[in-house]
């Protein structure tokens, strides 16, 4: 079967498609297993080098989501399956309502349509954000169950997308599935244009001997995840019985909600004798205004109850990242 | 200044009209009471004939809400304020999905666009519903702060508007409200493509001396407004003081929960001496599934708060019927 990630070459993306290549095969629309002989990276832009791990199945399509040819000519077979992670990001979005709309919701309703040309039902897994919630409603702890009321445009599209796969699916088009992942730490590499991006700043700086100004303070608290899990999570998402996920097809992923003061106490004790660069705080009212939006506590019982991973703790995360990017 | 209503041919558009005329005036972008000059009932189908009460002020304009130009064309001036109303309806957006993508969120994203292209924030009312509601995990009493899990592509269009008004108005774009509808009785005329046309057939056919075949059973429960209410939230939520509204500008209109027995006895209550035509019971699969989706009972706290009116109860209903109907 032919395999499509969009946004493939982010940071997620890269990460789901070394973990698809080592896995070999997924669930087709058939429910049968079938080993994965096609795996196109689709993203914005064109890397400039391939990664190691891309052998022969793997082909990287530069393009715009946002154009509805585009999309379809990757969904060109009919055992397939899509994972859909190409969006503006948070800040990027606050910043340009017009990309965000463009990218998020008219390229969503692209790959959505895309599918649904195709014979059977094959599977999408889509990443949808934990801010879809938000506002002077938001209930203290944001779940399945919670209602959405998003402040970014960014959890607005993402909120969008899920109405329709989920109505998409209900109509048998293809069959859908959204991820609501919390923060996902730790990126590697450069800041991006996400709000939270200083959530993995606060880890990856230090750890590389650099400084880290945090645009917040240590008591400021959020629902995050580690890649490793987030990954898992949209594998074991995608693999999970229809059924078991019933007509709504949005998911919370499980989370740890911790503050930024437990990250740096995280930090530090799996650091050990590793040097860190320093650690500031200067308050940016940008960044500040978008995170007291945030919800406070998450739950995820469905995610549970279907057998998507967490990680145990902090600690597990940084180990992770360290193993990962500093030690390999 | 100048008011849009799309939709305006229809049911409540000629309704919503009728009564704007009447009153005059309107709270305008500039947040004074302003004189209505112009009138547009922009609708799909151009009728054949004019309403008495459509004077000078009045354009009856027909086009495709879903051609962008079209809807900016209708948003000429800075002092304005559009009522939304046009939209595929729940059992018609069920036959044609397509159509309602591109009636109901295309169309909508148009609106949305060519009032955010104004100087200022004009006001914009949208008619949103109670089929934003649905679905395994509905709470048993909807209203504002209930997840929204439609399962009628009707209500998931209407859900995605919400959003993206939301979205808009947080933006600064223009100055949304969404209106969440009940079922809206007495519908003069003939049935329409609705699953709930039937909650008006109830009344309405009897009360013509014609038989009225029901497709469910006296037990089915709904929550429901009379039209004068309805037309009444809407212009109530226009006038509201924005900041009143707060963030989430969707508000569940009051409704009467009751059952379809309790219709048919308020019928023969208000009916008095008048023969009615004969009520039989013939169940609809199609019909009763839908049906089957809708929440059994609905709060309205917001609206109450904000002033807007609901009928005290069934008979009150009826009788404005006969009244505005019948008797003129």
Redesign the interface.
């Known amino acids: 079967m032919k395999v499509v990630i969009t946004g493939g070459t982010g940071f997620i993306g890269r990460r789901l498609a070394a973990d698809l290549l080592a896995r070999g095969n997924l669930t087709g629309p058939s429910g049968r297993s079938e080993p994965i002989d096609e795996l196109v990276l689709f993203d914005a832009v064109t890397p400039t080098e391939r990664a190691p791990e891309w052998d022969e199945r793997v082909k990287v399509i530069s393009g715009d989501i946002s154009d509805r040819e585009t999309v379809s000519s990757l969904v060109d077979r009919d055992d397939i399956s899509v994972f859909h992670l190409a969006s503006v990001v948070s800040g990027g979005g606050e910043k340009d309502?017009d990309l965000a709309i463009r990218v998020n919701l008219t390229g969503g309703l692209n790959v959505f349509e895309a599918l649904r040309a195709r014979a059977g039902q094959p599977r999408l897994v889509f990443a949808s954000s934990i801010a879809v919630f938000g506002?002077?409603?938001m209930a203290d702890v944001v779940g399945?169950?919670?209602?959405?009321?998003?402040?970014t445009?960014y959890g607005?599209t993402k909120?969008?997308c899920e109405?329709?796969i989920?109505?998409y699916t209900?109509?048998g088009f293809f069959d859908g599935r959204s991820a609501r992942l919390p923060t996902v730490i730790i990126r590697p590499g450069k800041p991006n244009a996400a709000a939270s991006s200083f959530v993995s700043s606060v880890f990856r700086e230090p750890l590389n001997g650099q400084p880290c100004i945090l645009p917040v303070g240590p008591e400021a608290v959020m629902p995050l995840l580690g890649y490793r899990a987030i990954v898992g999570g949209f594998v074991a998402l995608h693999e999970a019985d229809g059924d078991a996920i019933?007509?709504?097809r949005a998911v919370s992923l499980p989370s740890l909600t911790v503050t930024v003061g437990d990250m740096i106490a995280a930090l530090k004790r799996v650091a050990g004798d590793r040097p860190l660069g320093p650690i500031a705080i200067e308050p940016d009212p940008f960044i500040e205004k978008i995170v007291a939006t945030w919800p406070l506590d998450a739950s995820y019982r469905r995610a549970t109850a279907l057998g998507l991973p967490r990680e145990s703790d902090l600690d597990e995360i940084v180990a992770a990242y360290i193993e990962d990017y500093l030690d390999n």
């Open positions: 309502f506002g002077s409603a399945d169950h919670a209602k959405q009321t998003p402040q445009t607005m909120a969008a109405l329709l989920n109505d209900r109509k019933g007509d709504d």
